[in-house]
């Protein structure tokens, strides 16, 4: 199919470039990728009939990471030093 309209896992490297010129970068189409990206993994990983702690699992993950990534300069400043 035309290359618009494939997902990012089906596009080759050399095509990449090409692929990312498609996209439209307007906050529409950031909260529609977003929108697209959410259900894929919602379907993939938490609507399942019978599904594991995959899903809840990653999400968790992610938050820990996230939340680390926010507080990290903090963090790093409360650090015990040691006094030579």
């Known amino acids: ?7 990012l896992l089906e596009v080759r490297l050399g095509e990449l470039h090409a692929w990312i010129g498609t996209c439209t970068f307007s906050p529409r189409g950031l909260r529609g990728a977003v929108q697209r ?20 699992s990653m999400l ?3 938050y820990c990471l996230l939340s680390y990534a926010w507080n990290y300069q903090h963090l790093k400043q409360h650090r015990w030093r040691k006094y030579h």
């Open 60 to 62: 968790l993950a992610g």
């Open 1 to 7: 199919g035309p290359l618009s309209e494939r997902p």
């Open 37 to 56: 990206a959410w259900s894929s993994y919602c379907a993939k990983y938490i609507h399942v009939r019978r599904g594991g702690p995959a899903g809840i």
